[in-house]
């Protein structure tokens, strides 16, 4: 093994004062490049054994660090911790951070000084804020109940970690958000009443500002998350914003070090809508992540608006994330704040009013606005606002502000109103975020477009400057100035450079009015925004943040009905190409949700219906491409319907390489979805597809079958030969192919041999495919003797930092290997036998899979395709762990060391599908080294991606895992270190499940346990 290629980790020895630095350190050090990090507050549970699980840190670790300071030379643990590691030869690394006098040990030795910059950790940093008021009165009325708990919420550093605030649109979340930051800290000079810097860091971000989803209550939406977390980490100090790896985990280390202040606004984007099956779930799998871990620990607070509840953050989650649910006005309210509006009239006509419109807050200001603008004030005058034209168009709750905006519309453009103001506020609709002052500008140009900008190009720069004014003095606009001196307007910029804001519900009427009553215009406008964002943009640009630009073109060139020129600004400058070196933003970046967002522009109805514009051909890519990047964000069942419909475009083409391609994509994601039967029979129409296609290019004839024989092997038939018929829809067809998993793979790389090809044997994920099933056998074994030997051998640790094979496998010839003659049969054994399988048909499978690995791994990395690179290292970790157990020897450091580069292959190749394999067998690694505390919060990651998906395979493999490894322990040590973990009730969720999907693959491996259960 490459020494240069294994994870570093380090281990920080600490006293308890220190704790706050020592979290700052450990996320700059695992920004810095570590893969892993010990420190004790974290990594050691209440009431587990402290030496152990320490010695075990020390023994792995790759750097040790050791944080000096006044509160040091007292302490016996940091002394003992010091010593073990120097009798190991780590490299040890002396931080000083307190003016203090050196341990005697460190005399006259390199110590590294921070006692400066440790200071600095501590400077306060306030972010610039994007959490503007919208649509706001100038005072806050009837929110004193929810700034309380707010408070209670900041002040309450024990019990609270996030606040939630739940509404409906515009019955005023931002307002209450805006209004408690700027009274709470602003005006207070982020200093608490003792004159203490409070918060140490602030940030916030508005979720609006990334595109808002349309009015569908049935599918998840697709904004993307865009670069909030670059934007974050950032601010919060992390040396590289733009890596995208655990950039989750990296973030809510930062948050959690201080007690910092984050306020997330308008999340509902990127949660599933309340008529979804997963309503209010979150979308994106790493702000999923980020939350969780800040629900579980934090010094500050997050406080987070929504529309819809978080469901992430519900059960044993929900004492310390409260959801606030944020009623419409009081009656008193709603008089108050249309008297501050200036309207006039008698407190019964002003109730009534309140009434009329649901005491919606965003309603009353609307309609106070339009009276003192339109009407002097006059309450008795409400009669004139209409609610006839809207009542089918929108849900309960928004749609009185649709009539007040209606009403506002056809008095602007009246001879009363002002028709220029209603042009440039019909802007608003063209944007699905704020507005910037350059694309406005270039909407003004020549030639005018007909009620959009036929008044609004002869403007010289004061008349634009005084109509954003008046819009905004109105609140039908925000613009965004900046934060800073807000008092001091000769400071203040002009407006037409500012970027123009508007509460969403307004954005969307515009939108929907412009694209129903002026729709050759709403059209043109798009035209030329694309035409202007394509012209400015970098041709290819680099990082996810440049990238904004284009995908914002791409999406104006969709709602401009140019979805071809669009496909091709996307195919050619976004993804770089489809061939060698192409899908540059999912292959480098790995930016699945930004790419989701990007594809869903070309889409009428996600994600089953392209736009008719498109060619048929490119109508089928896109929906393959919806599928894969749904696939990747771990939404597996939302990928379904398009793959099938873009395998259904396919056999209407005739085209019949494609669609193999699209049966065969079908057929993997049906194997994960837990669909077997009908998986095997889908891979099946794929090879007789494949075989169809007259092209002498062989991959797809390769591809079918692997994926067929990966079918097979986890479905495995045979045991119920009357199941044996149904293996594909054309049965007959069926019969002329291999019905053992093991066959298929030998014609594959048959195939593959008599093709043109260099590869000497399968690869990439054929090769992972194969390997899988040739790793059964050894996993098996590795199990029973986890299960029936002395389990208690694997826990320690030897520290010779070689890796080992069994010597039978070590001992094996190039020759000799099972590749060279076909698979080696697996044994057949009943499934209550205890006698060990061929010990040495297991260490050569085990060789095979290592050897085959190997050669693709290199193949791999000659590439760099990330996710090939990640499942070679897992069958690599898999077949060393595998060795170790089956010798009854201890989990050697490399291999522990192999396991965790592994897990963060699979981290940085982000595809959430392929995830929980290694997170399951990093916990069984970690287990074994007696880390229970990480091993549990793996398979507890592994469950939450599976659930999520939902992937019952690899929820089945979860319960399996978990059933065995606590099953293993004593009474005292589960109630110690898996409190509340009942093994049986584990293993009886892991057979519920694998009886239920015909899981064969898991069948020995589960009777086997169910015998040891015996002994539990």
């Not at 192409?582 to 292959?587: E, L, P, S």
Request: with cysteine.
């Amino acid at each position: 093994m490459n020494v240069d290629n294994l994870p570093r980790i380090a281990f920080i020895s600490h006293t308890t004062p220190y704790d706050s630095y020592v979290a700052e350190l450990e996320s700059f050090l695992l920004a810095s490049g570590f893969d892993q990090v010990f420190n004790d507050v974290s990594a050691i549970k209440p009431d587990e054994l402290l030496w152990p699980t320490i010695e075990q840190g020390i023994l792995s670790c790759t750097t040790f660090y050791f944080v000096i300071g006044d509160k040091t030379k007292d302490s016996v643990w940091v002394q003992r911790e010091v010593a073990f590691a120097r009798s190991l030869n780590k490299p040890i690394v002396p931080v000083q951070i307190d003016d203090c006098e050196l341990p005697s040990a460190f005399i006259g030795r390199d110590v590294i000084d921070l006692r400066t910059r440790s200071r600095k950790f501590h400077d306060q940093k306030i972010a610039d804020s994007k959490l503007v008021t919208r649509h706001t009165a100038d005072k806050l009325f009837g929110r004193d109940t929810e700034l309380a708990v707010l408070d209670e919420a900041w002040n309450n550093q024990e019990g609270i970690n996030i606040q939630c605030v739940i509404a409906w649109g515009g019955v005023g979340k931002t307002a209450l958000l805006a209004h408690w930051v700027q009274t709470r800290f602003r005006n207070r000079g982020w200093k608490n009443s003792a004159g203490q810097p409070e918060p140490i860091f602030y940030f916030d971000w508005t979720f609006y500002d990334q595109g808002t989803r349309a009015s569908d209550a049935t599918h998840a939406g697709a904004a993307s998350i865009g670069t909030f977390f670059t934007e974050a980490l950032r601010h919060f100090g992390d040396p590289e914003p733009e890596n995208p790896e655990r950039k989750a985990e990296r973030l809510a280390k930062l948050v959690q070090a201080h007690r910092n202040l984050i306020v997330l606004d308008g999340l509902e984007p990127l949660q599933y809508p309340y008529g979804h099956a997963q309503a209010g779930q979150i979308t994106d799998p790493d702000l999923a992540q980020f939350l969780r871990l800040l629900a579980q620990k934090n010094p500050g607070l997050c406080v987070i608006s929504s529309r819809e509840r978080l469901s992430e953050l519900g059960g044993h989650l929900a004492s310390s994330a409260p959801q606030l649910d944020l009623d419409d006005l009081p009656t008193e309210a709603a008089i108050a704040l249309l008297r501050n509006l200036g309207v006039i009239g008698s407190d019964t006509d002003l109730i009534e009013a309140a009434e009329d419109y649901h005491h919606h807050a965003l309603s009353l200001i609307l309609l106070g606005r339009f009276l003192a603008t339109a009407r002097g004030g006059d309450i008795r005058q409400r009669d004139t606002v209409s609610f006839e034209k809207l009542d089918s168009r929108r849900d309960n709750q928004t749609r009185s502000a649709w009539h007040i905006l209606e009403t506002y519309e056809k008095w602007l453009g009246s001879a009363e109103g002002n028709p220029t103001d209603l042009q440039a506020l019909r802007l608003v609709g063209l944007f699905d975020r704020p507005a910037t002052p350059d694309c406005l500008e270039a909407l003004r140009q020549p030639p005018a477009i007909p009620s959009i900008t036929d008044r609004l190009v002869s403007l010289d720069n004061d008349d634009w400057n005084a109509l954003l004014w008046r819009l905004n003095e109105s609140n039908l606009i925000q613009l965004r100035f900046p934060a800073r001196d807000p008092a001091n307007l000769a400071q203040k910029p002009e407006p037409r450079n500012l970027p123009v804001d508007a509460h969403p519900l307004v954005r969307e009427y515009f939108a929907r009015q412009l694209s129903e009553d002026e729709p050759q215009s709403y059209q043109t406008a798009h035209a030329q925004l694309f035409k202007y964002l394509c012209q400015v943009a970098q041709y290819q640009p680099d990082t996810l943040e440049s990238l904004q630009t284009l995908y914002q073109a791409v999406l104006h060139g969709c709602l401009a009905s140019r979805h071809q020129e669009a496909r091709e600004v996307y195919r050619d400058r976004i993804l770089r190409g489809t061939g060698a070196g192409g899908f540059y933003t999912t292959r480098t970046l790995g930016a699945f949700g930004a790419e989701l967002g990007a594809v869903t522009a070309f889409f009428d109805s996600p994600w089953k219906s392209p736009s008719p514009k498109l060619a048929r051909s490119d109508q089928a890519w896109l929906i393959n491409l919806a599928a894969f990047r749904l696939t990747a964000l771990g939404r597996v069942a939302e990928a379904l319907e398009p793959t099938q419909v873009g395998l259904k475009i396919r056999i209407e083409q005739k085209a019949w390489r494609n669609a193999a391609i699209a049966a065969s994509n079908l057929s993997e994601l049906e194997v994960k979805l837990g669909m077997l039967e009908q998986a095997v029979s889908d891979a099946f129409v794929a090879v007789q597809y494949a075989d169809r296609d007259p092209d002498p290019e062989l991959s797809r004839r390769i591809n079918s079958r692997t994926i067929a024989a990966d079918g097979l092997h986890q479905w495995q038939p045979s045991i119920n030969k009357r199941m044996t018929g149904k293996l594909c829809r054309d049965t007959k067809a069926a019969g002329s192919y291999p019905s053992k998993p093991e066959k298929l793979f030998e014609q594959a790389e048959s195939i593959l041999r008599n093709s043109k090809s260099d590869l000497k044997m399968l690869v990439s994920l054929w090769g992972f495919r194969y390997c899988d099933l040739i790793l059964a056998s050894p996993e098996r074994a590795a199990w029973k003797e986890f299960l029936f030997g002395h389990a208690s051998r694997l826990s320690e640790l030897s520290t010779d930092g070689t890796p080992e094979l069994s010597p039978t496998a070590a001992e094996t010839s190039e020759s000799e290997l099972p590749f060279q003659r076909g698979l080696l049969p697996i044994p057949q054994a009943s499934p209550m036998a205890s006698t060990r399988l061929s010990e040495r048909a297991t260490s050569l499978a085990l060789a095979e899979a290592i050897c085959r690995a190997n050669y693709g791994l290199q193949w791999a990395l000659d590439r760099n395709i990330l996710l090939e690179i990640a499942l070679d290292q897992l069958t690599l970790a898999r077949g060393a762990l595998y060795g170790s157990m089956l010798d009854r020897r201890a989990t050697d450091a490399s291999t522990f060391l192999q396991v965790l580069n592994t897990l963060k292959a699979a981290r940085k190749a982000n595809f959430l599908d392929y995830l929980p394999k290694t997170l399951v067998t990093a916990a069984a690694a970690h287990h074994l080294v007696s880390a229970f505390t990480t091993a549990g919060s793996l398979l507890d990651e592994a469950q939450q991606i599976a659930e999520r998906g939902p992937m019952p395979l690899h929820l089945a493999d979860v319960h399996l895992h978990r059933a065995r490894l606590v099953g293993s322990m004593s009474a005292a040590d589960r109630q110690e270190h898996w409190p509340g973990i009942d093994p049986k009730a584990e293993l009886a969720k892991a057979r519920a499940l694998i009886e239920k999907l015909h899981y064969g693959r898991r069948f020995d491996e589960l009777a086997d346990a169910e015998a040891a259960s015996e002994y539990w």
